[in-house]
């Protein structure tokens, strides 16, 4: 079977769509079912019913294809293609009715992510990047910023789920915060790292994120001009992900580093 990125491309951003479009649609009257790893961190029947949706494409389309969702999709698939989604990433948004939100696709192989789509559907923004290729917002090409202090640098971050990460996380701000702009914590892993991708934040860095939050965004960011590593020369990942303007990722990992933003305190 093909591996055409170009045709990977169009059906994820197919899919991507569609998934958003029932995202919308299941948004009036959502209610939170149990929680999953704390009572922070929600699910809803739209999260499961847009991994539904989304794995019943890629298995009609690719079915030898391996899959990863945030929902409970795992198959490894014989093809050396990987999708790696997250129906809905920014459920708390979601809940709330604030429209920062976005289903995430990332197709990986054995080098990495190749394709990446984010699609917002409150805004009908789709997010493309292809490795090697550049990546889009709505068709257009995408520059991260040319910013080169990070004292003039807006720092968009995340905190996790669980309270230890959270008090670990708080840590880190009063040395970061009188450094910086300003921070934003705008609650869509994914949007952040297509974020910085476009100069709408100058970086943004998180710890704990999960492999779906992380591939599609990634290279949308990479592909625009940004950064996106871990400390030291190590990969983004778990641990921690930095994507930063190359202006100010050595000044912020500076920061990071001194504060141990990747210690996990959960191990
Ligand atoms: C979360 C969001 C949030 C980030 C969390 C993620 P979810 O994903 O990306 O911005 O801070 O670490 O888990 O649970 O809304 O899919
Ligand atoms: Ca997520
Ligand atoms: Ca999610």
Redesign the pocket.
């Known amino acids: 079977m093909t591996a055409d990125p170009a045709e990977l491309l169009e059906l994820a951003a197919s899919l991507a769509r569609e998934a958003g479009a029932l995202a919308l649609e299941m948004r009036v009257g959502v209610e939170q079912l149990d929680p999953k790893s704390s009572p922070t961190?929600v699910v809803t029947a739209a999260d499961k019913a847009v991994e539904r949706l989304l794995v019943d494409g890629i298995r009609a389309a690719r079915p030898d294809d391996g899959l990863l969702g945030?929902e409970g999709t795992s198959d490894e698939g014989t093809t050396g293609l990987r999708w790696v989604v997250?129906p809905?990433?920014?459920?708390?948004n979601y809940l709330y009715g604030i429209p920062q939100?976005a289903v995430s696709i990332g197709i990986e192989d054995a080098e990495g992510t190749v394709v990446g789509v984010v699609y917002d559907p409150s805004k009908d923004e789709l997010w493309q990047a292809v490795r090697g290729s550049g990546s889009t917002l709505n068709g257009a090409s995408l520059r991260c910023s040319t910013v080169t202090s990070l004292g003039q640098a807006l720092v968009a971050t995340?905190?996790?789920?669980d309270e230890r990460r959270r008090a670990a996380q708080a840590l880190l701000l009063p040395t970061l915060l009188p450094a910086v702009r300003d921070i934003r914590r705008?609650?869509?892993?994914?949007l952040?790292l297509c974020g910085v991708a476009a100069g709408r934040t100058d970086a943004y860095y998180?710890q704990?994120?999960?492999p779906w939050?992380l591939s599609a965004g990634r290279l949308i960011a990479t592909e625009a001009g940004a950064r996106v590593e871990g400390l030291c020369g190590r990969p983004a990942s778990y641990d921690l992900v930095v994507a930063a303007a190359p202006g100010v990722f050595d000044a912020l990992h500076e920061i990071l580093v001194a504060g141990d933003a990747d210690a996990d305190p959960l191990r």
Do not use: Q
């Not at 809905?88 to 708390?92: A, E, H, L, Q, W």
């Not at 705008?186 to 994914?190: D, K, P, Q």
């Open positions: 961190d945030e997250d809905i990433d920014g459920t708390v939100w995340g905190f996790g789920y705008l609650g869509s892993g994914a952040d998180e704990g994120l999960s939050d």
